[in-house]
């Protein structure tokens, strides 16, 4: 059964760090590009930072470039988030998704529940 679990949402003050993880199991892993989006109250889910199979390329949103790192180890089958400088707008449920190609024209897409990060003082 395909599973994306995240973990180490929380509290923390602005300006501060924190680093999400995303546990991937029942399937290819390494063969699928890996990102993280998140979602505020009352407003649209959007794409925080996308890395690839390999690792060897990330996106980031223009609003987290330079703050946000993305990581993952293909060993462990887990991707990070590491989060640095957090602003309240960084406030949302943090989720980790996986893309993989399972024939030559389709791609299937995971979701894992979610986690909440809360940046206030």
């Known amino acids: 059964q395909v599973q994306l679990v995240e973990s180490g949402g929380g509290l923390v003050q602005p300006g501060g760090s924190l680093r999400l993880s995303c546990a991937a199991s029942?399937?290819?892993?390494?063969?699928?590009?890996m990102s993280w989006y998140r979602q505020a109250p009352g407003k649209e889910r959007e794409l925080v930072a996308t890395i690839t199979n390999t690792g060897s390329s990330t996106n980031y949103a223009d609003s987290v470039k330079g703050r946000f790192t993305i990581s993952r180890d293909n060993f462990k089958n887990t991707v990070y988030l590491q989060m640095a400088g957090l602003k309240p707008e960084d406030t949302a449920v943090y989720y980790c998704?996986?893309?993989?190609?399972?024939?030559?024209?389709?791609?299937?897409?995971?979701w894992g529940q979610g986690t909440q990060v809360t940046v206030a003082s």
């Open positions: 998704n996986a893309r993989r190609r399972v024939l030559v024209d389709s791609v299937v897409g995971y």
């Open positions: 029942g399937f290819a892993f390494s063969t699928a590009a």
